[in-house]
C-alpha cells in the first residue's frame, strides 16, 4: 500500500499551576478543541499527551490497471503500482491522507491515453475506498493466420494462452498466437486517434 501523508507534533511546558484539579482547554489550528482533566502534585510535574480529533480523513485508490496517475482535485499525487502478489491488472491502494472533510474529485490517467474521475464524499478521521477501472490499450497481438488484434491484456496462463479485452475479452489459445507485442505509449495514443477517426485499429 502507498501512502500520501502529513504528520505533525508539538509540546510546551505549563509552571506554576496551583496543586489541586484543573480543566485544561487545548487548541490547534485546524482542529477541533480538546478538554483534559489533571490532578497537580505540589512537589512533582505532569506529563500529559493529548491527541486531538483529526479534520482530515483519506481516500484509497485502487486502480484497475496499474501505471495510472492519480490526482486529487487537479494535485497530482502518484501513481499507482503492482498489487503485491504480481496481480496483473489491478494496482496497490494508493492512500491519501490529509483531506478536508467534504467533496473532491479523484482522477486517473494512464500514459496510453485513458482517463477516467469520480467525485468522493471524504469524513473526518476514515478513509473512504475508491476503485477506478479504465480500459487501456497495451498489447498488440499477432494470429498465426496474419491477423492483429490490439486490446489490454488481462490474463496469460503459463500454457501460453492469452485473455485480450479489445475491450470485450476474448481468449487466445498458444496455438493461435504468433506474437504478443507491448504497445508503447505513443502507439496506444495514435491507435486510439485512429480508433476515434473512424478507423480501425485491427489489421
Known sequence: MTRSTPVAA????????????????????????????????????????????????????????????????????????????????????????GLREGNHVVKVSHPNGSSAQQAVVVTAGKTVAVALRLWVMDTRLRLVDGTVKHGMLMSRNEMGDVVLAEPKANRYLKEEIAKVETLTAEEAQALLKARAEGGSADE
Open 10 to 97: 508539538t509540546g510546551c511546558v505549563l509552571q506554576n499551576l496551583p496543586a489541586g484539579r484543573q480543566e485544561l482547554k487545548l487548541y490547534s489550528w485546524g482542529y477541533p478543541s480538546a478538554k483534559k482533566a489533571i490532578v497537580v502534585d505540589d512537589i512533582r510535574g505532569q506529563e500529559l499527551h493529548v491527541t486531538f480529533p483529526s479534520p482530515f480523513g483519506g481516500i484509497a485508490v485502487t486502480t484497475i490497471p496499474p501505471g495510472c496517475e492519480i490526482e486529487i482535485d487537479g494535485l497530482v499525487k502518484g501513481k499507482s503500482v503492482t498489487a503485491e502478489g504480481g496481480n496483473l491488472i489491478q494496482a496497490a491502494p494508493f492512500v491519501v491522507d
